[in-house]
């Protein structure tokens, strides 16, 4: 190789590594948005359920974030068994209003945007998502009308990561994961494989790792077609979880419109339904020794 040669290799090749170092850069300074892209624009305006008694809400997390959205309560009294929501990615979660005649009858709902989202305050961050979803928890399980040991927690794509988690740590009765991954940072490191994205990425949201933990009955949904999750990321997550019950594919869905499908609605309908109506099992007594 002459002179002109290698003086043009070395600067191709410097030019790959300033390259190189700026898409990383790029990435590491733009992941909240890659990962969140919170969504203010409402998908709904003015939600009602027609199920439910509808009303807004604003609840303060920990730090004292105004945290904005939905409680919608059954129309007939008594302590009903209740869900609590978390969306998507970009997901602001009217919608659930207004479907949740559909999706989740005869049961209290909880749906509130993350922080950044909708009208809620705040910056998303995967530690505070989960601290906030486990004080919507306590939150619900202290409601009047609420049968606090009947709570089911149902998360969709990125909202699976918060569901795990806020199971894990909280007693709840039953989860429904829709679209769920093995972990956040499977799927970013396939995505960016030249990329140290290991150490780069802090919003990792590893359901993988918690799922031996979740001992609740549990349901996966997945897209037919799915770009986004591919199913090899599922079927990790799956593989790990304790109490897998219903695993399934809804015919005629992909990533984006899974959850408005009448399908999917009645399939969570169903499975809710018939969790919240077995026996709950008896308290275990602890003998004393005289």
């Not at 948005?33 to 008694?53: D, M």
């Not at 609420?146 to 709840?172: F, H, P």
């Not at 499977?186 to 140290?196: C, D, L, Q």
Request: aromatic share 6%; with cysteine.
């Amino acid at each position: 190789m002459n002179t002109s040669s290698k003086k043009m290799a070395a600067g191709m090749a410097g030019f790959a590594s300033v390259l190189w170092l700026g898409l990383t850069a790029a990435v590491a300074a733009n992941q909240r948005r890659l990962v969140f892209n919170p969504t203010v624009i409402p998908e709904v305006n003015s939600p009602r359920s027609s199920g439910h008694r509808t009303r807004p809400i604003v609840l303060r997390a920990k730090d004292g974030t105004r945290l904005c959205g939905w409680l919608m309560t059954p129309r007939t009294p008594g302590p009903r068994p209740a869900v609590l929501y978390f969306g998507g990615r970009s997901e602001e979660v009217s919608w659930v209003v207004r479907d949740a005649g559909n999706l989740f009858p005869n049961m209290t709902v909880l749906a509130l945007n993350y922080r950044g989202y909708g009208n809620s305050h705040g910056i998303p961050d995967e530690t505070l998502l989960v601290e906030d979803g486990c004080t919507l928890f306590d939150w619900l399980a202290a409601l009047g009308q609420v049968d606090a040991r009947r709570i089911a927690v149902v998360g969709r794509s990125l909202g699976s990561g918060v569901a795990v988690q806020v199971a894990k740590e909280r007693a709840a009765h039953s989860v429904v994961l829709i679209t769920p991954y093995d972990s956040i940072l499977a799927i970013a490191k396939k995505k960016f494989r030249a990329m140290p994205i290991e150490y780069m990425l802090r919003h990792r949201f590893e359901s993988i790792k918690h799922a031996p933990s979740l001992k609740v009955p549990t349901y996966v949904l997945r897209a037919e077609s799915d770009d986004i999750v591919p199913h090899s990321h599922t079927d990790q997550l799956c593989e790990k979880l304790a109490n897998l019950i219903l695993d399934d594919i809804v015919p005629g869905s992909d990533h984006m419109n899974i959850p408005y499908l009448e399908a999917t609605q009645a399939r969570i309908a169903g499975f809710l339904t018939q969790r919240f109506s077995q026996p709950l099992a008896a308290p275990q007594l602890i003998e004393t020794v005289a």
